[in-house]
């Protein structure tokens, strides 16, 4: 299976606004069938102020009029249904937004209230109560604590937030707020919803004292050191356990977890039989352009499934990553090492997720003026870190300029580069060479195989700086990320990322920063 993560603000805008919205996305449907894959997930389109784009939610049920209404996503799940198409939903249970009415109600209730116990409300410390309750940092810069006016105008509590401030953390202990996320679930699955991307999965629970970090940790974001109490809690999976039991009513409906944690022993945990379905091992996103370093990301992502009996995910990309054609090295080596570990990607057994303008070799851009970024992580970094719109910029579909058919307005929500015009869909369909007619050939050639048994591959010998392994099928796919040519493995060629040569008398072969599907003669 191949699904498709699409960043609503920034896949196609219908109503000329500079964002893109549902009926944009029901618009390119048939993009998505030329594509070929087999779903959809759709990052958050609740409700929201928009602080995090999405991800601080203020009403978990019901759709944020930024991209239109239930209705508009009921004709949305209409269009992919009929082109046999799956939607995943993000699915946000690790905190609400500020504005979301619980939060209300427990700024005010006041200290000691009910309202407030299903948040992580805490005095200060010190004896003016002025410092945070802990030294516990925020995933988006500066400390994970903001301090509250009380209803009597006075300075009182602090608030738990372990990303911005306006996205406060919710207190899975209370029972309040299971009850609500059952509801949640329960009102997208009977609306027809085939499943859910959980955010943070790995971060539901947090710990009964709430006690300092050490002093020496070095705090990274999401990626779990065992001394980080902020994640991977032990009472994490009886949350799981509890969603599970509800999508588990709803037959085909799964769960795909986001989970940052490195330990394979630890992330195989998420995938017991009546927890998580499946999750994202993020070993393969993370990994540089080096022969090793993937062949560990592979072995670490397969271990995992071993472990667990479930079936492996793969990404190279999101909307909080580098895109891999910057990652992998700027210009034409970075194109060239993305289209390589495509085929690398869609070779392996299991789930492939691809990130919206991934299959036209999208860059990340770094160029946006500091006046127009959006990210939290900018301001809370106090402007060290300029957070994750470089890889948000809007998808281009035709045209030499800006809109570039993204919208009818110039005013993007973020700056497209004027420099994309050649990156367009429009011209990348009517060329084989592209990006674009590489991920649709690679995606059609993948379903056409029969799918190995098992979700292991079989490594074989390959020049220093290089892989090779073979599925269970037979078909065998061989990476060269060296910097000389080497000799092609012996089968017949069914796709490769680049062009291949010829050096009589060796014959041919595997040029650098190439990849190659072959079948046994």
């Known amino acids: 299976m191949v699904l498709y993560q699409i960043y609503p603000r920034s896949f196609a805008d219908s109503d000329g606004d500079g964002r893109g919205d549902l009926q944009g996305v029901i618009d390119r449907v048939g993009y998505l069938e030329l594509l070929g ?89 010190g004896e003016d ?4 309750p802990n030294n516990w940092p925020s995933v988006f810069g500066g400390p994970a604590w903001t301090r509250v006016t009380e209803p009597d105008g006075s300075p009182g509590q602090w608030y738990l937030h372990l990303f911005a401030a306006e996205q406060p953390d919710l207190d899975w202990s209370h029972p309040d707020v299971a009850d609500d996320l059952e509801r949640t679930l329960r009102f997208w699955l009977d609306l027809g ?45 009886d949350i799981h356990r509890r969603i599970r039991s509800v999508v588990d009513e709803y ?64 990404a190279l990309s999101n909307h909080d990553v580098v895109r891999e054609v910057t990652r992998y090295g700027n210009g034409a080596p970075g194109t060239a090492r993305a289209r390589a570990m495509l085929l690398v990607e869609l070779a392996l057994p299991g789930i492939a997720f691809l990130y919206n303008g991934a299959e036209l070799g999208l860059p990340s851009d770094f160029s946006i003026p500091h006046d127009r970024l959006t990210d939290p992580t900018w301001e809370r970094s106090g402007h060290a870190e300029m957070g994750r719109d470089h890889c948000r910029v809007p998808i281009p579909w035709e045209g030499p300029e800006p809109p570039y058919g993204f919208s009818t307005s110039p005013d993007t929500w973020l700056p497209m580069p004027g420099n994309w015009g050649r990156l367009t869909v429009e011209p990348q369909l009517e060329d084989p060479g592209s990006m674009l007619s590489l991920y649709r ?65 060796t014959g041919a072969v595997l040029p650098p920063d190439t990849a190659v599907w072959l079948r046994p003669h």
């Not at 109560?129 to 945070?132: A, E, F, I, L, Q």
């Not at 022969?291 to 560990?296: F, K, N, P, T, W």
């Not at 010998?461 to 080497?486: E, I, K, M, Q, Y």
């Open 37 to 125: 894959v087999d779903g959809v997930w759709l990052s958050p389109v609740m409700l929201s102020p928009g602080a995090d784009h999405g991800y601080d939610v203020s009403d978990p049920r019901e759709v944020d009029p930024l991209f239109g209404d239930l209705d508009s996503l009921r004709r949305l799940l209409e269009e992919l249904h009929a082109a046999r198409m799956v939607l995943i939903m993000d699915l946000v249970p690790n905190h609400t937004s500020v504005e979301h009415p619980w939060f209300a109600a427990a700024l005010a209730a006041g200290p000691g209230s009910p309202e407030r116990d299903r948040y992580f409300f805490r005095d200060g410390r």
């Open 193 to 237: 919803v085939d499943g859910f991307r959980i955010d943070v999965a790995h971060g539901l629970a947090k710990p009964d004292d709430l006690a300092d970090l050490p002093d020496d940790l070095e705090v990274a974001q999401l990626v779990v050191d065992p001394r980080d109490a902020r994640w991977d809690r032990p009472g994490v999976h």
């Open 251 to 314: 037959p085909g409906a799964v769960t795909f977890g986001e989970v940052w944690v490195g330990p394979v022993d630890r992330f195989a945990r998420y995938l017991r039989a009546d927890e998580l379905h499946f999750a994202f091992h993020f070993a393969l996103t993370g990994a540089p352009f080096d022969a090793g370093a993937v062949r560990a990301a592979v072995e670490s992502t397969l271990e995992a499934s071993r472990i667990s009996g479930s079936t492996p995910t793969w």
């Open 441 to 505: 050939a690679a995606i059609e050639i993948r379903h056409a195989w029969s799918g190995p048994d098992t979700a292991s591959v079989d490594w074989y010998g390959a020049p220093s700086g290089c892989l090779a392994f073979r599925r269970g099928d037979g078909v065998v796919c061989a990476l060269n990320a060296s910097t000389r040519s080497v000799p092609l493995p012996d089968g017949d060629v069914v796709l490769a990322s680049g062009p291949l040569a010829s050096h009589p008398p």
């Open 129 to 132: 109560g002025s410092r945070p």
